[in-house]
């Protein structure tokens, strides 16, 4: 069974820095794409940052130059390391994985940007 677990999302003030992790198991190939998705109060899912399995990356606009997702094949691991969080930022974040056949999702993280 697959699962995908996130951790690293808290309180953080205007200007500061998270880290968030997600750590894939249960398939026997592996992942292909991973991304990470946001969703604030009232508003859509939204895509915000994808990585290939070889390592190519996309950014949502509002995220690019502040965000830098990344991964580690070794441990099914995905990171998005956030700077310069803006009150804006404040969200659940969700992790997304397909190995090829289905599209798996985490369970969230929330993240708070508050003074």
């Known amino acids: 069974q697959v699962q995908l677990v996130e951790s690293g999302g808290g309180l953080v003030q205007p200007g500061g820095s998270l880290r968030l992790s997600c750590v894939a198991s249960?398939?026997?190939?592996?992942?292909?794409?991973m991304a990470w998705y946001r969703q604030a109060p009232g508003k859509q899912r939204d895509l915000i940052a994808h990585?290939?399995?070889?390592?190519?990356?996309t950014y949502a606009h509002s995220v690019k130059g502040r965000f830098t997702i990344s991964r580690d094949n070794a441990k099914n691991t995905v990171y998005l390391q956030m700077n310069s969080l803006k009150p804006e930022d404040t969200a659940v974040y969700y992790c997304?994985?397909?190995?090829?056949?289905?599209?798996?999702w985490g369970q969230g993280t929330q993240v708070t940007v508050s003074s």
């Open positions: 990585i290939t399995s070889s390592g190519s990356t």
């Open positions: 249960g398939s026997r190939f592996g992942f292909n794409a």
């Open positions: 997304n994985a397909d190995d090829w056949t289905y599209d798996y």
